[in-house]
Structure formats: structure tokens, C-alpha cells
């Protein structure tokens, strides 16, 4: 049987070991804490062999908790990391070198494995700071603990944490999918007769671009389990939630359209942030539409949950309905940011 793999599969093998370089230069993890009393936020990113951000913030306030303080200098992931992403690159380019499609099974193993292995070390680190803690803190809150999340959102005391991967560990993710995208493709052609023609086979840009792109589309609300991210209250009306969804595919979700008018004056996260941002549809709860599209009616009958009283409708038509039974004043998207 033909063990050579295809020119295209060796040109993608080889992007990916260029691509991991990269890394080595690019913040890999993020984690973004926010709260009332820091409405700019604080951040802490994790890079190939250090932390940087506000990291001597955090540690301050970590102190108060009784959290291990964060240095560089204990952690030995930070001395050997560069040499493993080093390797890797290599390894992906000699594996283009040689051409061998045992060769590249071997190297798309070894970094599934080390990716998951740094997911449970990364996992182990969160669980040791987090529960680890000084008994002599000036704040204890009896069975608490304070892990940061793996990956998503996790509400820690006053502050909202936010764990994702950064512009690196997108990277990283890219670099597998592609890996595993070549291995299905070389076993396919392995198995066909005659082999595939080639301009059948996905571009290496056109592959990239369906990478990298991120959805930025909003998600369901969970009624009586999500929380309104400023006012704090739990979503318990169908009709009037709302949702703002950063480019960084972030969805911070609202009980009142008051509530998501009143987040973005206060300036936690800047406009040009913003991805979209969507409200509940009055006739359709399930429904969410942007809010440039929406059309809104204000009337004291609405009786939403922090008082905004303001009901989105998806067409014109619905929303005059809607004036014969609560009377009240149509409005826009432009009035309401005022």
C-alpha cells in the first residue's frame, strides 16, 4: 500500500509547524474577572512562559481570601512549554519532510495527547489555588472555594470569571482540527482507487478561514437558572430578556431591557467589543432579534421585571397590535441608548 501522503497535505502539515511558532510569541489562556467595584475589569493572561496582566492586582485581592499568590517562577510548565511547542513544530515539519502518512498518524497522536494532558494540568492548577487555602485569610466564607473555571463563565462571590482560550490557544485548536482533518483525508485516499482528485480537496486558505471563524450567534435563555449579568436577579419573564454577545463570543444575558441598556452606559466592556446585541421577542419568547431590527414599544402595562417596560417586537405590524392592548409609546433602538 502507498504510504506517501499528497503536496497538500505536507504544505498544511508544514503551515501548522510555522503556525505553532506563533504561539511561542502570543498570549495562549485568558481569564477575565469581572465585578461592581471594577467595572473595567481585570485580566490575566497565560503565555508560553509567563503571566502577564493584572497579575499583582489579583494577587492582592487573591491574599485576601487566603489564594497562593500567582509567580511565574513556581510553575515548572513555564520552563519546559517553549521546548513541547518547539517540539511540535518541528516534529509537524519533518513529518511534511518526510511525507510518510504513518509518520503524520504519529504526530497528530502525540498531540492529542499532549493536549489533553495540558487541559488536566491546566484543570489540577485551577482546583490547587483554588481550594488550597490559607486558613488564616482575612476573608473565609465557610465551603467556599474559588476555582476559576476550566473554560466558560463561573460566578465567584462578587466577581464573574471568565476562561477562554486566547489568541494561542486558538491556535492550538486550529493546528488539531487541521491535523485531524489530514489523517481522515490520507485514510480515505488510502482506501479509494483511483485517489481523489485533487480539486476536490479543500484549500489550505479556504480551510483556515473556516478555522478561524468564531460564533458570534446568541444563545437560548435558561429561565429560572440564568442570572440578569447587572442587576443580578434571576430570569423569570420570557418576555422581556436580552442578550449582548462580544466578538470574543462572550453572551452576557439580561431580565430587562433596562438592564441591557443600563450595562452598556456603564462601560464594562467597549462598544467596538460588541458583536450583536439582541432582545427578546414580546410575541415569540423564544426569539431573539437584533436589536437594529427590533421595534419597541414603552408602556406602563408591560410590567417587566426591573421596570423598563419596554417590549421588542420583530415586525411593524406586531408591535401596533400590541399599542391597542398597552398603550404606550413607540420607541427606538437609537432613544433607548440615550
Not at 498544511?12 to 510569541?25: A, D, Q, S
Request: with cysteine; glycine share 6%; hydrophobic share 45%.
Amino acid at each position: 500500500m502507498n504510504n506517501k501522503i499528497e503536496n497538500s497535505t505536507r504544505l498544511l502539515l508544514g503551515l501548522c509547524g510555522l503556525c505553532l511558532i506563533v504561539v511561542l510569541f502570543t498570549p495562549i489562556w485568558r481569564i477575565d474577572l469581572t465585578a461592581p467595584q471594577y467595572p473595567e475589569g481585570l485580566f490575566l493572561t497565560i503565555h508560553a512562559n509567563k503571566l502577564a496582566g493584572n497579575v499583582d492586582i489579583i494577587n492582592g485581592l487573591n491574599h485576601y481570601i487566603g489564594m497562593k499568590t500567582l509567580h511565574a517562577d513556581d510553575f515548572i510548565e513555564f520552563k519546559v512549554l517553549p521546548g513541547i511547542i518547539l517540539f511540535f513544530s518541528g516534529l509537524f515539519i519533518l513529518a511534511a519532510f518526510l511525507a510518510r502518512r504513518n509518520f503524520l498518524n504519529i504526530a497528530f497522536r502525540l498531540f492529542v495527547a499532549f493536549g489533553v494532558l495540558a487541559m488536566v494540568d491546566f484543570w489540577r492548577w485551577e482546583f490547587d489555588y483554588g481550594h488550597n487555602l490559607d486558613p488564616n485569610a482575612a476573608i473565609i466564607v465557610p465551603g467556599m472555594a474559588y476555582q476559576p473555571p476550566l473554560i466558560g463563565f463561573k460566578q465567584l462571590l462578587n466577581f464573574g470569571a471568565y476562561s477562554m482560550p486566547d489568541i494561542g490557544g486558538w491556535i492550538f485548536v486550529g493546528v488539531g482540527a487541521i491535523l485531524l482533518y489530514l489523517v481522515i483525508k490520507e485514510w480515505k485516499v488510502s482506501k479509494e482507487k483511483p485517489r481523489l482528485n485533487q480539486s476536490k480537496i479543500i484549500s489550505p486558505i479556504a480551510l483556515l478561514l473556516i478555522l478561524n471563524s468564531c460564533s458570534n450567534a446568541p444563545v437560548p435563555i435558561k429561565l429560572g437558572k440564568d442570572n440578569c449579568h447587572f442587576c443580578k436577579m434571576t430570569i423569570s419573564d420570557e418576555r422581556f430578556g436580552a442578550e449582548i454577545v462580544t466578538k470574543k463570543s462572550k453572551v452576557f444575558k439580561f431580565d430587562d431591557p433596562h438592564c441591557a441598556t443600563s450595562f452598556l452606559n456603564s462601560n464594562t466592556i467597549r462598544r467596538e467589543e460588541i458583536a450583536g446585541i439582541y432582545f427578546v421577542n414580546f410575541n415569540k419568547p423564544h426569539d431573539l432579534i437584533d436589536a437594529e431590527k427590533a421595534h419597541f414599544l414603552q408602556s406602563p402595562s408591560l410590567r417587566s421585571p426591573m421596570n423598563g417596560n419596554i417590549a421588542s417586537f420583530s415586525h411593524k405590524d406586531s408591535l401596533e397590535k400590541a399599542v391597542l392592548t398597552h398603550y404606550g409609546n413607540i420607541t427606538t433602538w437609537e432613544d433607548m441608548q440615550k
